[in-house]
């Protein structure tokens, strides 16, 4: 497995807003702690894409963790939106799919998508409104969602479901129009090879890098300074200047920027035995799910 220099989380959010307080992005280097990179007045997903394209011009060798699921459930029914005849046959055509439904949404934002007469049956939306094809319960989802749960991994939520705090829809929704209009600039595992050189993008979830430093399940967000210096103490991290604000957008990505640096050499967490070349191609993986 190839070596990265720098490692980045980023901390993703849906919120329809231009400049949504729920991102936050983390980098890592060969020496010193995490850290944030913070700008005035907060992050907009624009301006995530062009911190990314910059990234790619100087081919900086940096591992990149998103906190977003890359594709939606394909296998449990033969397909992303079953009784849509335009339903994209693979993650890449997902992502081109809901960036034209949606190119005249400001902000990266999903609205236009999910009003689709056809998509928007599929969701479980705000207010009541669910869509005739939800299919209920915890909603509809992937491979690599159902395998966390068995292997007691993580416990992944169904994009499809666009309701509550925990719901992950819109972020993932809005990240794959984001990983469109990168248009391949940066390289996504798995649905592209892992390049010799330069950077890399990734799906993450920060609750796997929080259970690995030492996080107890279900209360995995760390909100104070003392549960941030346990965590990184617990991953050989040392832990960064005082935060002006100890919320779990930022903790989780200083966090999980530190985990990615300490496990992105182990080659079995690029080769999970359960993600098959299909798999990869319509529905991705997790990095850290073995």
Partial sequence: MRNFTHFACIDWSGARTERPKGIAVAVIGPEGPPALIIPDPHWSRTDVLDWLLRIAETQQDMLIGFDLSMALPFFDQGGYFPEWDESPRDAKALWRHIDKIARDDHHLNVTSFLEHPQAHRHFRH??????????????????????????????????????????????????????????????????????????AIVEIYTTVAALAAGQPKG????????????????????????????????????????????????????????????????????????
């Fill in 219 to 290: 209360r995995s967000k760390v909100r104070d300074r003392a549960g941030l210096k346990q965590a990184l103490t617990r991953l050989n991290t040392p832990i960064p200047a005082r935060l002006a604000r100890y919320d779990d957008h930022s903790t989780d990505a200083l966090i999980t920027a530190a985990w990615m640096k300490r496990e992105a050499g182990n080659p079995a967490l690029w080769n999970p035995s359960a993600l098959t070349d299909e798999i990869a191609q319509k529905e991705g993986w997790t990095f850290g799910v073995v």
């Fill in 126 to 199: 705000g207010r009541g409104r669910i869509g005739d094809l939800f299919t209920g319960g915890t909603g509809r989802l992937r491979q690599v969602e159902h395998y966390q749960r068995e292997t007691g991994q993580a416990n992944s939520a169904s994009c499809f479901n666009l309701v509550g705090a925990a719901q992950v829809g819109k972020s993932s929704l809005t990240g794959m129009r984001l990983l469109h209009r990168l248009d391949g600039a940066i390289p996504v595992w798995p649905f592209d090879l892992v390049p010799d050189h330069g950077p």
